[in-house]
């Protein structure tokens, strides 16, 4: 029988209401770091100088992702608005990651411009 384990959380806050960041470079179990690093890589390629920042949330920098369970929630922080970039190659980018990554049950490309996060 599969025991359904509570390890979701709700973002911390400080006596301000102010999300605490629990995410760390260093908590990432590395097992997950050849897919990070592909992403990244992809990322990169792809944007070029449009790429600002690239970042990974949700269970793996905090690390508490589980191995097969997980999965690689990434965003790419773009110079310009998305709806400017080519980005026909993202569907094709994660399919491949995905079958290439059996450490995660996905990978996600998002992309924010940093208009949207200033």
């Known amino acids: 029988m599969t025991t359904i384990k509570e390890i979701g959380s709700l973002c911390i806050t400080d006596k301000d209401g102010y999300m605490i960041n629990q995410s760390d470079k260093k908590k990432i179990n ?34 508490i992702g589980i191995e097969g369970v997980a999965d690689l929630d990434t965003i790419a922080v773009t110079k310009q608005r998305p709806n400017k970039l080519q980005l026909n190659w993202v569907k ?4 491949r990651l995905n079958q290439k990554y059996d450490c995660v049950d996905g990978i996600e490309l998002s992309f924010y411009s940093i208009e949207d996060i200033d």
């Open 30 to 63: 590395p097992i997950f770091l050849p897919a990070i690093h592909d992403v990244i890589h992809a990322y990169s390629t792809y944007l070029k100088d449009d790429l600002h920042s690239v970042y990974i949330r949700g269970s793996i920098p905090k690390g």
């Open 92 to 95: 094709k980018i994660e399919h």
